[in-house]
DNA sequence: CACAAAATGAAAATGATTTTCATTTTCAAA
DNA sequence: TTTGAAAATGAAAATCATTTTCATTTTGTG
């Protein structure tokens, strides 16, 4: 680990502190919201260096906008309601050996992975 | 499987012939060396209602851009190198289960899911 | 203090994708 | 065959996340 700035520490709070995943607009608007002045472009380089430095993992969502959550999170999986939107945090042990094993099989390394689960809620 | 127009068979056409994954803006250029004055947004309409009706697969490139491909049949996920982008198709057994204990423990109905593995493959 | 390197952010640029909207094509009913 | 409505089309404008540019500010160090 090298450089880290004031910038870098600002985004590792705000992703320790929310915890799973946000966009680079998300974090900035978070931080604003604070009272912190920093701007977009900065939040985009901190997220970068977090990146290359392999503090931050950069997956994407659906449409494709870049999300960022701290590595070694002791990461978890989404339920969501396609209608009301609500969330459920839940456990993917499975997903993490199902993961591990199909790469190892097919000789990849540096594996991650995604895996979200959607449908509809009992309110809705 | 219900409207399936020109375009749309233009698309699976090019698809088909190319194999593997190709961007939007790839297919349209593909369609218009061929000398087919299709235009892009056709293409993005094309490939949108393709992937409605889940003939076309729709991944992510590791810069977020969308890439199509010919669904083979039934579900399967995918492992794509984030390097050469090369991508197998593998089973998901382990995911299915997963998806429905989880959906049902917490009352979801009308369930679906996403998974995604990545990595780097042996050649790179 | 003085100064060079690093950091910052506003604004412009980029590039994929979507939307708008006017025009053309398709096609079934008359 | 003619006709009208719905579907399809594409050029151009609009979006939106992300990157780049560039002038300014901050920081660390001699």
Redesign the interface.
């Known amino acids: 680990m090298k450089t880290m700035n004031k910038s870098d520490l600002k985004l590792i709070a705000v992703l320790e502190r929310t915890g799973g995943f946000a966009s680079a607009q998300e974090l900035h608007q978070i931080l604003r919201r604070e009272g912190d002045g920093i701007g977009l472009t900065t939040v985009y380089r901190a997220l970068q260096s977090l990146v290359d430095d392999k503090i931050v993992d950069l997956l ?1 969502r ?1 449409d ?3 999300i960022y959550r701290l590595c070694g999170d002791g990461h978890h999986h989404h ?1 969501m ?2 209608s009301c939107g609500d969330t ?1 945090e ?1 456990e ?1 042990g ?2 993490e ?3 591990n094993t ?2 190892e099989e ?17 309110k809705c």
């Not at 000789?107 to 009992?122: L, N, P």
């Open positions: 994407r659906e494709g906008e870049a339920l309601c396609k459920v839940i993917g499975a997903i050996k199902w993961a199909m790469a097919f000789g990849f390394r540096e594996v991650g992975h995604t895996a979200e689960i959607f449908g509809i809620c009992s």
